[in-house]
């Protein structure tokens, strides 16, 4: 009955209708007890192939179904013509010369000039084009004789041109031939779209049709959409986990994510299903492939660029149990086993190495310092924990130091979750996967969470959370309430950091036009991106780490929903500065006294950062900044400090000690 009470008092307060009055507060803050270390790795990202997440996302590739091999060959293109000629354009497919890339694209033109024979490509939900940016188109061929040129054309969906150049391919015989040519667009278009006009006589075999904006991340050729990436640099995340999410997992088997098919020379990258096609009815995305130009070699590269661990999830032989529940039976689990123990060579070995090799042949001889990887996405049961344990085994056999991370299934209580996880810390786990969609009510009442969970054993790994509010749709559902119920909760996240040593919000990035899966960090259209409300929150306490825990209490107990407040509190032994978050959850204003006790001297001001709004508020593209943080100055006198926390806000205090 009391928790009942208290949860009732607490819903009143989160949504606004609270009838008693708001008391002061004073919190006392034990800034010369630093205890548990925060990792570096504790708040990082999940990037899964949700949402058009890659293709169609970060992957800058403008150009659908660049290699013909969709399950419809011929989708996202259109053939224009002034004349139908029965054969003139007929896909091919080569599957026993070439497993990986079996088809392409036979065109057979009759003296055509440009305007009589052409291609449309429509890209994924249109193409963003950007005046005064260079764009690289690309393409393989070959032909009998030199005898075909290419009208490259953008254009707008008035069909006016935008940007064009002209292509002529020079090779000749039955070698496949590359061909390049750059050009800059002369408007800004949201949904545009690529011509490709032939001019010529006699046969031309066409494959990896590619067009990419020249303004990629860090300038790469065939590399990333930068808007979107600055976004995760901005936050100087711990770690990237990648690739997912069920996509590691797969409707089937077969459908599975293998690393392998996804290094190597880009046209021999095997394309797959996206499982995320076939998913959701009500969301239908029969285009969603993964053509894998974003592969593990990109992966481990952005995870360097960004100073981020790399963190990648590999199958467990079994396949998604809410689809298939497909398993590899264990006596032919070995390749699977091979597959990750290639990973670690493919990430760390030497150049001399097979793996370390593919390696350095693409670009990269260091290593990249693997130090972690999962076994398993979302997985549950005893078959998990018996095919997990080969895992184990071999691994730490051959590479001790490697951390592995171990699923306790899709939700964070319940029976599954009961036996994983007495099962995991059986197996002295090293760390354990959390994963927890939920309503507001459950990060506001799960801040105490960790508080008495073991001190010794299997650490945790918030692997993938978010707050899902009721009754809304698509980005809507990434409000205030959604952002300020996760603040509260990552305070207890903090508060346990001995337990709690890596956590991560899910799903990373979605498209407007494309997403099946809501609420998610970061919004995108073909143009634009901006950060939710959560972004903001997830990037606050990632820049506001701090190296150490200090203890922050009120009344002697930790900070954790009394009248709606949560707190917690970590030095920063590199700037030695003292960081002190507080969440107000209340419809009313706060007036919180910080006491800071064990401390000499401290600085006559500091930085106070605000993120403050209405529960319902959310940004836009349109008004991409409606719920972000404000920086200030306050001053302080003596070793008490006020903070007058404003009605539903989450405040992070940065103060010198001296």
């Known amino acids: 009955m009391k928790q009942r009470i208290a949860f009732l008092l607490m819903a009143i307060t989160i949504f606004g209708k609270q009838t008693f009055s708001q008391q002061n507060h004073t919190l006392i803050v034990k800034a010369n007890q630093p205890g548990a270390a925060i990792q570096p790795t504790m708040w990082g990202v999940f990037f ?129 031939h590359k061909a390049a040519v750059s050009f800059h667009a002369r408007e800004t278009v949201m949904k545009g779209k690529m011509n490709i006009w032939f001019e010529g006589n006699g046969a031309v075999d066409l494959d990896m049709i590619s067009l990419f904006p020249g303004d990629t991340w860090k300038n790469r050729p065939g590399g990333m959409r930068a808007d979107m990436i600055q976004l995760l640099a901005d936050m100087k995340p711990g770690f990237l986990r990648f690739p997912g999410g069920c996509i590691v997992e797969g409707f089937d088997l077969s459908n599975r994510y293998r690393w392998k098919n996804t290094v190597g020379p880009i046209e021999e990258r095997q394309l797959i299903m996206n499982r995320w096609n076939i998913e959701f009815p009500h969301r239908a995305a029969p285009d ?82 693997l130090k972690m990887m999962g076994i398993g996405n979302e997985n549950w049961g005893p078959q998990y924990i018996e095919r997990l344990k080969a895992f184990q085994t071999a691994i730490k056999e051959k590479y001790p130091s490697i951390k592995l991370i171990c699923s306790s299934g899709t939700d964070p209580n319940g029976e599954r979750f009961d036996y994983l996880n007495g099962e995991l810390r059986r197996m002295n786990a090293d760390f354990i996967d959390e994963h927890y969609y939920r309503k507001p ?140 978050k507080v969440v107000n959850a209340s419809d009313k204003p706060q007036v919180n006294t910080l006491q800071l006790d064990g401390v000499k001297r401290i600085a006559a001001t500091g930085k106070l950062t605000v993120m403050q709004s209405e529960l319902t508020a959310l940004n836009t593209f349109d008004s991409p900044t409606n719920v972000a943080p404000v920086e200030s100055t306050i001053a302080i006198k003596g070793k008490k400090i006020q903070l007058n926390n404003s009605p539903y806000s989450f405040s992070v205090l940065r103060v010198k000690l001296e």
């Open 48 to 176: 899964e192939d949700i949402n058009l997440g890659a293709d169609g996302g970060i992957y800058a590739e403008l150009v659908k179904n660049r290699s013909f091999e969709f399950f419809k060959p011929m989708m996202g293109w259109a053939v224009n013509r002034k004349k139908f000629v029965e054969g003139e354009m007929l896909v091919i497919n080569r599957s026993e010369e070439n497993t990986r890339n079996p088809r392409f694209l036979r065109v057979t033109m009759n003296n055509v000039s440009k305007g009589d024979l052409g291609l449309t490509n429509e890209g994924f939900r249109g193409m963003g084009i950007k005046k005064g940016v260079r764009y690289d188109f690309s393409i393989m061929y070959r032909q009998p004789q030199a005898h075909t040129k290419l009208h490259i054309e953008l254009i707008d969906s008035s069909k006016n041109v935008i940007g064009d150049t002209v292509l002529s391919l020079t090779a000749s015989g039955d070698n496949w």
């Open 441 to 580: 009510e459950f990060f506001f009442q799960n801040a105490r969470r960790y508080d008495n969970y073991p001190r010794n054993g299997s650490k945790i790994f918030g692997g993938e959370y978010a707050s899902h509010v009721d009754k809304t749709a698509g980005g809507n559902r990434n409000t205030w309430l959604a952002a300020i119920s996760e603040a509260a909760f990552m305070t207890g996240l903090e508060r346990n950091a001995d337990v709690v040593q890596m956590a991560s919000y899910a799903p990373l990035f979605a498209h407007i036009d494309g997403w099946q899966w809501a609420p998610d960090l970061i919004w995108v259209n073909n143009l634009q991106s901006y950060g939710t409300p959560d972004y903001h929150v997830q990037k606050l306490f990632s820049l506001n780490k701090g190296s150490k825990v200090v203890p922050i209490t009120l009344n002697n107990d930790v900070v954790a929903g009394q009248d709606s407040l949560y707190a917690s509190a970590c030095i920063d032994a590199a700037t030695n500065e003292l960081i002190i």
């Open 288 to 369: 969603y492939f993964q053509t894998f130009g974003l592969g593990f070699f990109e992966y481990f590269q952005l995870a360097e660029d960004i100073g981020a661990e790399p963190l990648p999830i590999l199958n467990c032989g079994m396949a998604c149990q809410f689809n298939s529940a497909e398993v590899v039976p264990m006596q032919a689990l070995d390749p699977y086993i091979q597959d990750a123990l290639d990973l670690i060579e493919f990430a760390n070995g030497d150049v001399n190495t097979k793996w370390g090799k593919v390696r350095a042949e693409m670009g990269h001889p260091a290593p990249f310092n």
